[in-house]
């Protein structure tokens, strides 16, 4: 089996010089291909100048990670394909339980263990030991609710989750192609949630494999400031009309804007103005899509069963639960 191993590269010249030589060192026998966004740095130039192996894919501006994605994923030739981060250390062997799982089950989408480049003891944020959502469509994963990271300490054995972190995931390019890859959107964030749910409304199951082990630096490419936080305020908006069963939509949708508000006053509390305002941001661009993403809801491949927990807000903040295992 052959996987295309695809970065996804924004002027990312600092992160491809410090982890780019290790994956291609653990990756023997795959091919690695890096989409790059038009980078203004000296990205592509570095690549091409020292590893003539990795295959170059030019796009003619900054499409995102989204839509970079599915115009670079068209000439990627493998079957399966790996999406991974410009910020992520793959370890020795990292592939091998992945190829095992996808040739027992090659209709499958997969994660590997994330965990934090800089704490490599704990659980990275973005993805963890893979995600849920909950009934308003607020994340969380095994090894990290909200700003709780948990340290790892095999706890989490192999499984079905609900969704793959865009950091690392495998997947044939069949069920890629057949869902119509990321909403582009979305631009950045949260694309592959919306993705995960509607492989998920389509039958398919996404699992983590715990003996693929990866670090990831977090947060590199689009940092926490507000452009962040209006992106995952908009971006959990849109995922959320595309697919909640529509007889629990605007039910659904009322109580996401109250705690979206309750929300927002945090971030006022705490002096932080421009979330603040980012969030608003989000609701008034979302509800300029609204009646586009309404038309374009697909209701006879909507499952009811996505979520696990009602309110992970509630867990959380009300019943002081933070680690997975207490929910």
Same mark, same amino acid.
């Given at each position: 089996?052959?996987?295309?191993?695809?970065?996804?590269?924004?002027?990312?010249?600092?992160?491809?010089?410090?982890?780019?030589?290790?994956?291609?060192?653990?990756? /023997?026998?795959?091919?690695?291909?890096?989409?790059?966004?038009? +980078?203004?740095?000296?990205?592509?130039?570095?690549?091409?100048?020292?590893? +003539?192996?990795?295959?170059?894919?030019?796009?003619?501006?900054?499409?995102?990670?989204?839509?970079?994605?599915?115009?670079?994923?068209?000439? /990627?030739?493998?079957?399966?394909?790996?999406?991974?981060?410009?910020? /992520?250390?793959?370890?020795?062997?990292?592939?091998?339980?992945?190829?095992?799982?996808?040739?027992?089950?090659?209709?499958?989408?997969?994660?590997?263990?994330?965990?934090?480049?800089?704490?490599?003891?704990?659980?990275?944020?973005?993805?963890?030991?893979?995600?849920?959502?909950?009934?308003?469509?607020?994340?969380?994963?095994?090894?990290?609710?909200?700003?709780?990271?948990?340290?790892?300490?095999?706890?989490?054995?192999?499984?079905?989750?609900?969704?793959?972190?865009?950091?690392?995931?495998?997947?044939?390019?069949?069920?890629?192609?057949?869902?119509?890859?990321?909403?582009?959107?979305?631009?950045?964030?949260?694309?592959?949630?919306?993705?995960?749910?509607?492989?998920?409304?389509?039958?398919?199951?996404?699992?983590?494999?715990?003996?693929?082990?990866?670090?990831?630096?977090?947060?590199?490419?689009?940092?926490?400031? +507000?452009?962040?936080?209006?992106?995952?305020?908009?971006?959990?908006?849109?995922?959320?009309?595309?697919?909640?069963?529509?007889?629990?939509?605007?039910?659904?949708?009322?109580?996401?804007?109250?705690?979206?508000?309750?929300?927002?006053?945090?971030?006022?509390?705490?002096?932080?103005?421009?979330?603040?305002?980012?969030?608003?941001?989000?609701?008034?661009?979302?509800?300029?899509?609204?009646?586009?993403?309404?038309?374009?809801?697909?209701?006879?491949?909507?499952?009811?069963?996505?979520?696990?927990?009602? +309110?992970?807000?509630?867990?959380?903040?009300?019943?002081?639960?933070?680690?997975?295992?207490?929910?």
């Amino acid at each position: 089996m052959k996987i295309g191993i695809v970065v996804i590269n924004w002027n990312g010249l600092d992160l491809l010089k410090k982890y780019l030589n290790v994956l291609i060192k653990n990756s /023997v026998n795959h091919n690695v291909y890096v989409i790059d966004n038009n +980078s203004e740095d000296e990205s592509v130039s570095f690549v091409r100048n020292n590893y +003539s192996k990795v295959k170059i894919i030019n796009l003619d501006k900054n499409y995102g990670f989204a839509e970079g994605y599915n115009r670079g994923i068209l000439k /990627v030739k493998e079957e399966y394909i790996c999406i991974i981060n410009n910020d /992520v250390e793959v370890t020795k062997d990292w592939l091998k339980p992945i190829e095992k799982k996808l040739n027992n089950s090659p209709n499958i989408i997969i994660q590997p263990k994330i965990l934090d480049i800089n704490k490599k003891s704990c659980f990275e944020y973005a993805g963890a030991a893979g995600g849920y959502i909950d009934k308003y469509g607020y994340t969380y994963c095994r090894g990290r609710i909200f700003d709780t990271i948990e340290e790892d300490n095999n706890q989490y054995k192999d499984g079905e989750i609900f969704w793959s972190s865009g950091a690392c995931m495998f997947l044939s390019k069949k069920i890629f192609n057949e869902l119509g890859g990321f909403d582009k959107s979305f631009f950045a964030h949260m694309e592959e949630i919306d993705f995960c749910w509607r492989a998920f409304n389509h039958g398919y199951k996404t699992h983590f494999v715990s003996s693929s082990k990866i670090y990831h630096q977090g947060a590199a490419t689009i940092r926490k400031d +507000s452009k962040k936080t209006f992106l995952n305020y908009r971006n959990s908006l849109l995922m959320l009309t595309k697919n909640l069963p529509l007889k629990s939509l605007f039910s659904t949708l009322l109580i996401r804007l109250i705690m979206d508000i309750l929300s927002s006053l945090r971030f006022i509390f705490t002096g932080k103005i421009y979330h603040f305002m980012s969030i608003y941001k989000a609701h008034f661009h979302y509800y300029l899509m609204l009646k586009n993403l309404l038309k374009s809801r697909n209701n006879g491949k909507i499952r009811f069963n996505y979520f696990k927990i009602n +309110s992970i807000v509630y867990k959380y903040f009300i019943q002081g639960k933070k680690k997975f295992f207490q929910l």
